[in-house]
Each structure stands twice: as structure tokens, then as C-alpha cells.
């Protein structure tokens, strides 16, 4: 079965630095769409990041443009999230997403989700 297991995320102070990794089994992240997802409370559930297969094409979320890098390290099986002067609005649970398709698009769906990883900004 496909299992995506996201690394713990944790608590930093506002305009620092973390990064979130997920590991994939059972799928090739370097094959297909993969990508990030958070979910703060009381607020519905909303893209981050997303990166493509070929040309590696990526996309981000308005509010995270400039501060957060998606990258994938095809040998690990594994794709990161690089998160730059964090912000206090950026605390939320975030999930690791993959898909079954190259290309991420606004309509693609994510068949794999990694259980959530806690991300508070103080």
C-alpha cells in the first residue's frame, strides 16, 4: 500500500526558518504531481505548494510566495518543504499530498495524504 509519512514539525518563532519533509512508500514521488496542503483551526483546508513532474513545474499559494520552497530528492523518494520567515498565520497542521498524474493543476485530484504534521508560529 502507499504510505506517506511526513517528518514532526514543531514550534519556531516568528521569521524563522523550518523545513518539513515526507517520505513516500509504495509510490515514486519523482514520477508524479506531489505537493502540500495545511489546515489551520477552525478554517478550511488549502494548497501550499505543488510541484510537477518534467519540467518541475511549481506553484504556491499567494500568501506563501518568496518564502516557502517545494523541492523533491528523487533518490530519497522524497519531497520537502522549505518554510522562510514564518509568519504567524502559517500555524496549521500540514498534510503532503500525491497524485497519480505529472502535471499539478488547480483541478488535480490527491489520491495519497500523509497524516499531518503540527506546525506552530509564535
Known amino acids: 500500500h502507499v504510505q506517506l509519512v511526513e517528518s514532526r514539525g514543531g514550534s519556531v518563532q516568528a521569521g524563522g526558518s523550518l523545513t518539513l519533509s515526507c517520505a513516500a512508500s509504495?509510490?515514486?514521488?519523482?514520477?508524479?504531481?506531489v505537493g502540500w496542503f495545511r489546515q489551520a483551526a477552525g478554517k478550511a483546508r488549502e494548497g501550499v505548494a505543488f510541484?510537477?513532474?518534467?519540467?518541475?513545474?511549481?506553484l504556491y499559494t499567494d500568501s506563501v510566495m518568496g518564502r516557502f520552497t517545494i523541492s523533491r530528492d528523487n533518490a530519497k523518494n522524497t519531497v520537502y518543504l522549505q518554510m522562510n520567515n514564518l509568519k504567524l498565520e502559517d500555524t496549521a497542521m500540514y498534510y503532503c499530498?500525491?497524485?497519480?498524474?505529472?502535471?499539478?493543476?488547480?483541478?488535480?485530484?490527491?489520491?495519497?495524504w500523509g497524516q499531518g504534521t503540527q506546525v506552530t508560529v509564535s
Open positions: 509504495g509510490y515514486t514521488i519523482g514520477r508524479n504531481c
Open positions: 510541484i510537477s513532474t518534467g519540467g518541475e513545474t511549481t
Open positions: 499530498a500525491a497524485a497519480t498524474t505529472k502535471s499539478c493543476t488547480r483541478w488535480t485530484d490527491f489520491d495519497y
